[in-house]
């Protein structure tokens, strides 16, 4: 019997389960290294938006890397280069617009009060594959000069914040964040009830990045209050839907670490991504968008992005 074909998608949660089951990798940490620049294309300069850089972010952590540029197999291959032997893709995801005639119960199409057809749209998200520029070889010395040539011209010479100064300018981010803070005692956490965030003392912390983003990931927390994005938070310890909210906030704080420009460390709850790992299996590519898109809605809240479109996410039209 012929072994069914494994979707873009599955494949796309099936990286996610294996970085999250590694017993390798957690406690995550990432120094920030992004003196090279965004997550971006190779070819087009065109900055990764939404929750790509997240996934980007968790592509280089299971790779290795610290190189943010990109390019389609594609795009590579027009230029003479190629995937070398072993290397594997990340998987991001493009946003496509999708249309449908609305139909009545004979079939024909349905019209407004103006005539028009009645178009239903939707946005649904198609997963792509990147390669990672490091991955890349050329076909032959000419081909492998133009890629070295094309690396060094993208990386240029960036301007270099020092960690000082972005961490300030960090922590002044974080201090308009309008869920107060208390600080003291061993634990972080989020009140809902209280609708108010503890933190132990900064001192506490084995570093200011740490501290700055376990104070994200309570931030991230808040996000779900009634008030503002309406998620279910209270949830008993330990449960399916817990973890679910741990899975969103931590995904949460790597993005809004990354945006702040911060290195981030994902360790306080490792146990339950991986307890997440197993629903996630269950609740395939669907689920893993839903928490990618609520994570992103969380982000955009406590920190959001500059950049709004990248070419790799430019919406399609489907065919009616």
């Not at 970085?19 to 070819?43: D, F, V």
């Not at 594997?88 to 999708?98: E, F, G, K, M, S």
């Amino acid at each position: 019997m012929a072994k069914s074909k494994v979707s873009s998608e599955d494949r796309l949660v099936q990286d996610i389960i294996k970085l999250m089951e590694s017993s390798s990798l957690p406690p995550w940490r990432k120094p920030w290294t992004a003196n090279q620049g965004e997550h971006r294309n190779l070819l087009t300069d065109q900055q990764y938006s939404g929750a790509n850089p997240l996934l980007l972010e968790l592509g280089l952590m299971m790779r290795g890397s610290d190189l943010p540029l990109w390019c389609g197999a594609a795009q590579a291959k027009a230029e003479g280069w190629f995937p070398k032997k072993g290397s594997r893709a990340v998987r991001i995801v493009r946003p496509q617009l999708n249309k449908r005639e609305q139909k009545d119960d004979d079939g024909k199409a349905l019209t407004d009060s103006n005539g028009e057809t009645v178009v239903a749209a939707w946005v649904s998200y198609k997963p792509v594959c990147v390669f990672n520029a490091a991955d890349l070889t050329g076909g032959d010395e000419e081909t492998q000069a133009a890629l070295d040539a094309r690396i060094k011209q993208a990386i240029g010479n960036p301007p270099v914040v020092k960690a000082s100064v972005r961490l300030e300018q960090a922590e002044a981010h974080l201090e308009r964040w309008v869920v107060p803070v208390s600080l003291g005692g061993a634990r972080a956490c989020y009140s809902p009830e209280l609708d108010r965030i503890r933190l132990p003392e900064p001192e506490a912390f084995n570093s200011r990045e740490n501290y700055c983003s376990t104070w994200l990931h309570e931030q991230a927390h808040s996000t779900g209050h009634h008030s503002r994005l309406s998620r279910p938070i209270s949830n008993r310890f330990g449960s399916a839907a817990y973890a679910r909210e741990e899975l969103i906030a931590e995904l949460a704080s790597v993005l809004a670490c990354y945006r702040l420009k911060i290195g981030y460390e994902i360790s306080q709850h490792s146990a339950y991504l991986k307890s997440w790992a197993s629903h996630l299996k269950e609740g395939g590519a669907k689920e893993l968008f839903k928490v990618l898109s609520e994570a992103r809605q969380a982000a955009d809240l406590i920190a959001p992005e500059l950049t709004e479109v990248a070419v790799d996410e430019t919406p399609l039209v489907a065919d009616v």
